[in-house]
């Protein structure tokens, strides 16, 4: 591919509760990628050169459904959500969590099993800690696996 042709992947975000939405944006500007964020309606999001804003209904599972038809394989995918991860990684797309991990079929087994024991703790009454607060720090790392995923992607196109 050469430069200013469309690149053939874009970056899908679950951006209900994206705490990245800002370096995200930030880092596919600067690579030429287009991002997609999907809400709900009950989330604001603010219009930006180069995304795409797709608001749906406040359903269970709305917005997971919609990325779920929207991604393709090569497609960058970025969730906290274990369950719309796993299946992003069976549709041949890269998914990166919030603070820059990237569930791969190596981790997302493990993921799963821990959010099963820790809905069926809370069912039995038992308590579990959410996810600790982001940090500058995390923001970075986030940026900076981002932007080492997009180089490799790009390499990948002839970019």
Same mark, same amino acid.
């Given at each position: 591919m050469t430069p200013g042709t469309p690149l053939g992947f874009?970056?899908?975000?679950?951006?209900?509760?994206? &705490?990245?939405k800002h370096?995200?944006?930030?880092?596919?500007?600067q690579h %030429?990628? &287009?991002?997609? $964020?999907v809400a709900s309606h009950d989330h604001r999001l603010e219009s930006l050169p180069g995304v795409e804003i797709v608001q749906?209904?406040?359903?269970?599972?709305?917005?997971?459904?919609y990325i779920l038809n929207r991604i393709k394989r090569g497609d960058i995918v970025v969730t906290g959500d274990f369950g719309l991860a796993c299946v992003a990684i069976g549709k041949g797309t890269v998914v990166l969590s919030p603070r820059g991990e990237q569930y791969t079929d190596a981790n997302i087994d493990y993921l $799963?099993?821990?959010r099963h024991e820790g809905a069926r703790r809370r069912?039995? %009454?038992g308590r579990t800690k %959410? &996810?600790?607060a982001m940090t500058g720090d995390d923001r970075k790392t986030f940026q900076q696996k981002?932007?080492?995923?997009?180089i490799g992607m790009q390499e990948i196109h002839d970019i």
């Open positions: 874009s970056i899908v975000v679950d951006a209900d509760s994206c &705490p990245v370096e995200i944006v930030v880092t596919a500007l %030429g990628v &287009p991002v997609l $964020m749906v209904d406040r359903s269970d599972q709305s917005v997971d459904l $799963m099993e821990r069912r039995a %009454g %959410g &996810p600790k981002l932007t080492k995923v997009l």
